[in-house]
T-cell receptor, first 111, second 115 residues
């Protein structure tokens, strides 16, 4: 049973607009959340993370929001650029190095 | 630094054959792990190691063996390949320390097909 869920397999957005990716989790023991980006034929690369003691973390064009009561987090990309076209994975940790991943969301940025 | 390297990039096996997927990192990371990626399922943890000589099972360990004799290397062995092991395999590593973020560095992957 997947404990981290990304219910939108794909997202298409126009260049310059906002991309919003969503992630839900079921295990209340998760206390650290990460987003990874993956291009075809490459390994995932770390994008941004957030601890459960925070509700927002920002890094340039990327912002992650955490709603613990709803067990929900989201990744905002503003503005979206063509190089952002990739698969994005949400991951969660229970305070150790074992990550549980969602199924991924494929983002396509249209010119 | 080469980071995390994996060999081979591609492999085709027949059912019942065995093979070893190689993984090495040059960042002196204590933690290493193996994941498999399947469509619609994200990445699932197979085995992991928190240091040389220490390994443990992840979410989907059946059919795989690992060992960690050095900090740098963490090979994954398929004992008797089955079509269900057709997947893309990723090795990852991470460092311990204060202010840890659990960020893991991934290799480029090995695409395995079992016929």
């Amino acid at each position: 049973d997947q404990q981290v869920k990304q219910n939108s397999p794909s997202l298409s957005v126009q260049e310059g607009r906002i991309s919003i990716l969503n992630c839900d989790y079921t295990n209340s023991m998760f206390d650290y959340f990460l987003w990874y980006k993956k291009y075809p034929a490459e390994g995932p690369t770390f994008l941004i993370s957030i601890s459960s003691i925070k509700d927002k973390n920002e890094d340039g064009r990327f912002t992650v929001f955490l709603n613990k009561s709803a067990k929900h987090l989201s990744l905002h990309i503003v503005p979206s650029q063509p190089g952002d076209s990739a698969v994005y994975f949400c991951a969660a940790s229970r305070g150790d190095y074992k990550l549980s991943f969602g199924a991924g969301t494929t983002v396509t940025v249209r010119a | 630094n080469a980071g995390v390297t994996q060999t081979p990039k591609f492999q085709v096996l027949k059912t019942g054959q065995s093979m070893t997927l190689q993984c090495a990192q040059d960042m002196n990371h204590e933690y290493m792990s193996w994941y498999r990626q399947d469509p619609g399922m994200g990445l699932r943890l197979i085995h992991y190691s928190v240091g040389a000589g220490i390994t443990d099972q992840g979410e989907v360990p059946n059919g795989y063996n690992v060992s960690r004799s050095t900090t740098e290397d963490f090979p994954l062995r398929l004992l008797s390949a089955a079509p269900s092991q057709t997947s893309v395999y990723f090795c990852a590593s991470s460092y311990k320390g204060t202010g840890i973020t659990y960020e893991q560095y991934f290799g480029p992957g090995t695409r395995l097909t079992v016929t």
